[in-house]
């Protein structure tokens, strides 16, 4: 969805993206805390959740920003207001029914790929090409988790494949 701006209708989408990055940053602290008695594992998942709180971060500094400077709203917040509304219903979940690691690992990463289009550099295009610089400066040293995830997925598989095996 390409839609010219309108400050006043428009920032709200900073703020359900700030939501959906907050409540993914808690999904993952959660794990964190569940798995802490695989080293590896908690430390990963808190690294993740900080990175999250780093694009939680991006959105409230664009917030701020856009009362000054002209952007485009690229996605439908519709669909990130139902996006938001799933994740609260999941952290829900997995506080009722706790994931075994492999499978919080294959649901984050299906969840990582499926959300990549609310990230920052999507969701909004600024006229000022050197304000979206900054955002894709900053959301390259990002990128790199969901590629973290998928290899101690990996890894954790083939720990049970030779365990099992």
Same mark, same amino acid.
């Given at each position: 969805?390409?839609?010219?701006?309108?400050?006043?209708?428009?920032?709200?989408?900073?703020?359900?993206?700030?939501?959906?990055?907050? =409540?993914?940053?808690? &999904?993952?602290?959660?794990? *964190?805390?569940?798995?802490?008695?695989?080293?590896?594992? !908690?430390? /990963?998942?808190?690294?993740?959740?900080?990175?999250?709180?780093?694009?939680?971060?991006?959105?409230?500094?664009?917030?701020?920003?856009?009362?000054?400077?002209?952007?485009?709203?690229?996605?439908?917040?519709?669909?990130?207001?139902?996006?938001?509304?799933?994740?609260?219903?999941?952290?829900?979940?997995?506080?009722? =029914?706790?994931?075994? &690691?492999?499978?919080?690992? *294959?649901?984050?990463?299906?969840?990582?790929?499926?959300? !990549?289009? /609310?990230?920052?550099?999507?969701?909004?295009?600024?006229?000022?090409?050197?304000?979206?610089?900054?955002?894709?400066?900053?959301?390259?040293?990002?990128?790199?988790?969901?590629?973290?995830?998928?290899?101690?997925?990996?890894?954790?598989?083939?720990?049970?494949?030779?365990?099992?095996?």
């Amino acid at each position: 969805m390409d839609t010219t701006s309108n400050h006043a209708d428009h920032c709200l989408i900073f703020k359900i993206c700030a939501r959906i990055e907050a =409540q993914t940053a808690e &999904l993952y602290h959660y794990y *964190s805390e569940l798995f802490r008695e695989n080293h590896d594992a !908690a430390q /990963l998942w808190h690294k993740t959740a900080l990175e999250e709180e780093n694009h939680l971060r991006q959105f409230e500094l664009a917030d701020r920003l856009y009362r000054n400077v002209d952007f485009v709203v690229a996605i439908d917040p519709e669909r990130a207001e139902r996006v938001c509304h799933k994740l609260g219903m999941l952290l829900s979940h997995v506080r009722q =029914q706790p994931p075994d &690691l492999e499978t919080a690992l *294959s649901r984050a990463i299906e969840m990582e790929e499926s959300l !990549a289009d /609310l990230h920052m550099e999507s969701v909004v295009r600024f006229a000022d090409g050197s304000i979206q610089k900054i955002f894709k400066a900053m959301m390259r040293f990002d990128q790199e988790h969901v590629q973290l995830l998928k290899r101690f997925l990996t890894d954790v598989t083939q720990s049970r494949t030779d365990r099992d095996g």
